[in-house]
């Protein structure tokens, strides 16, 4: 029975109302709550976008100190590699020192022997054999000290007549001959060089004077500070290059942070905007609890846009990692305390072989094997059921496969799957007359029922999470 009184707004005395009045006030509050379920659909979708914007947002930090990490490696191997070069360099100096003294003391010695012999002259009093005349010869030759040549070899004749003469080797690379001075004559000469070059050598001095070795020490010395400077200046850009890196690399995070505090906030707000549809649903479905107990049916055309209004508001799985609207969380304070969200648990591959046994049997059915032929209504409705289930498994399997939708497949998708594999063997036993089968076949089909019925319940009713303490 329709109660045709409402309470007025001061709540005094009720005012009747007409059974269209009625419904319309109800249809208004059904088509509501219809508009905020429509918009309530979309929470989903944008609470699987915000998960890939924080598992983007964690791979960008990830990358970032990634960067930052390898250019700091680098710098550290360039700074190692420069002071292996330099610190190589300082421990050769002091065979550098060694090695200069004696290149020093060998010119030295090499001026002194040839000052010598420069003030050695041919006469003849110091070569027996030779006059005046040979002596003048050899002279206008460039020859008039030991200093002036070498040695001497015998060859051919310069004109290629007379046979084999000697040539005397001037110190500048030249030979020349002299008439007069034979094999006999030459051996006088050498002799006499020789002799001037052995008094020479004994004479050389055989160490540094002082001031060539503190000339040598200041320069090893000066070299020692350029390479000390040296690697200063390479720890120093070392340390400059660091400094660089962790400015830039600070940048980059104060840049990650600012668009991850941004689009927390658009986040957060956009959270809040369902929760508040989510309390206004609720109100509204509160205020048709109320009219429909203070008014009672309104007719059977409505009954059903009514049941299905106050239905419970389909609960979305929220993630952890997620900040509340309520509480919002700057994303530049997380630590290894609070970790990115991570993805949850794909569908396993073993759900590919039902797919794949469903599709083969939508090919060739059941009961068509060998030289049994299948009635034409089991034919067509065997494939029928085959290709539904392998195209159900498919939309069920392929998006909780992604890297960006995982998930486990739904509850009862198991059972449903044995009861069809069951049911559509049950149906080849029973096309096989052959094979005497009946009585397993009939069992099977019961068992495929039942587990239809369990996995459609738990697929409509899924099971409730132990709720936390």
């Not at 010395?221 to 690399?249: F, M, V």
């Not at 203070?294 to 419970?312: E, H, M, S, T, V």
């Not at 952890?320 to 993805?343: G, K, L, N």
């Not at 059972?415 to 063997?425: M, Y």
Request: charged letters at 25%.
């Amino acid at each position: 029975m329709i109660n045709r009184t409402t309470p007025t707004r001061d709540g005094s005395a009720p005012l009747p109302q007409s059974p269209a009045e009625i419904r319309a006030e109800r249809r208004r509050i059904i088509e509501s709550i219809r508009a905020l379920r429509r918009l309530l659909r979309r929470r989903g979708a944008f609470e699987v976008a915000d998960r890939r914007r924080l598992n983007r947002e964690a791979g960008h930090r990830k990358r970032a100190e990634t960067t930052h990490a390898e250019t700091l490696h680098r710098i550290d191997e360039q700074l190692a590699r420069q002071e292996r070069s330099v610190k190589h360099d300082l421990s050769s100096l002091d065979g550098k020192r060694e090695q200069q003294e004696a290149q020093a003391l060998a010119v030295l010695r090499r001026e002194f022997i040839e000052r010598r012999l420069r003030n050695t002259p041919l006469t003849v009093s110091e070569l027996n054999g030779l006059g005046t005349g040979l002596i003048r010869d050899l002279a206008a030759q460039g020859i008039s000290t030991a200093a002036d040549f070498t040695r001497v070899s015998w060859d051919k004749a310069p004109n290629g007549k007379g046979g084999n003469v000697v040539y005397i080797h001037r110190a500048d690379g030249h030979r020349v001959h002299v008439n007069g001075i034979g094999q006999h004559r030459s051996r006088p000469l050498m002799e006499w060089r020789q002799a001037a070059l052995a008094r020479a050598e004994a004479r050389a001095p055989r160490a540094l004077p002082p001031d060539e070795r503190h000339r040598i020490s200041e320069i090893i010395e000066a070299e020692h500070a350029r390479l000390r400077e040296e690697l200063t200046k390479t720890a120093r850009a070392a340390e400059t290059a660091r400094a660089e890196a962790g400015k830039l690399h600070a940048e980059t995070l104060e840049r990650l942070a600012t668009t991850e505090r941004d689009a927390a906030r658009l986040a957060a707000e956009r959270r809040a905007e369902f929760d508040a549809m989510a309390e206004q649903l609720l109100a509204l479905q509160s205020e048709l609890s109320a009219h429909v107990d203070r008014y009672g049916d309104a007719g059977l055309r409505i009954r059903r846009a009514q049941r299905r209004a106050l239905r419970p508001i389909p609960a979305v799985p929220t993630l952890s990692a997620i900040p509340s609207p309520r509480s919002p969380v700057d994303p530049t304070t997380r630590t290894d305390a609070t970790p990115a969200p991570t993805p949850r648990d794909r569908a396993g591959l073993g759900w590919l072989l039902p797919i794949l046994y469903f599709g083969f049997t939508t090919v060739v059915g059941v009961g068509e094997l060998g030289d049994n032929t299948a009635p034409v209504g089991l034919m067509i409705s065997s494939r029928l059921v085959a290709l539904a289930a392998a195209t159900e498994l498919a939309r069920l399997w392929i998006p909780r496969m992604r890297r960006h939708t995982p998930g486990p497949m739904p509850s009862g998708i198991g059972w449903q799957t044995t009861g069809v594999f069951l049911a559509l063997t049950a149906a080849g036993m029973f096309a096989d007359e052959k094979s005497g089968m009946f009585v397993a076949a009939c069992v099977l089909s019961a068992l495929a029922a039942l587990l239809l019925l369990a996995g459609t319940g738990l697929r409509i009713r899924p099971p409730q999470p132990a709720p936390s303490s």
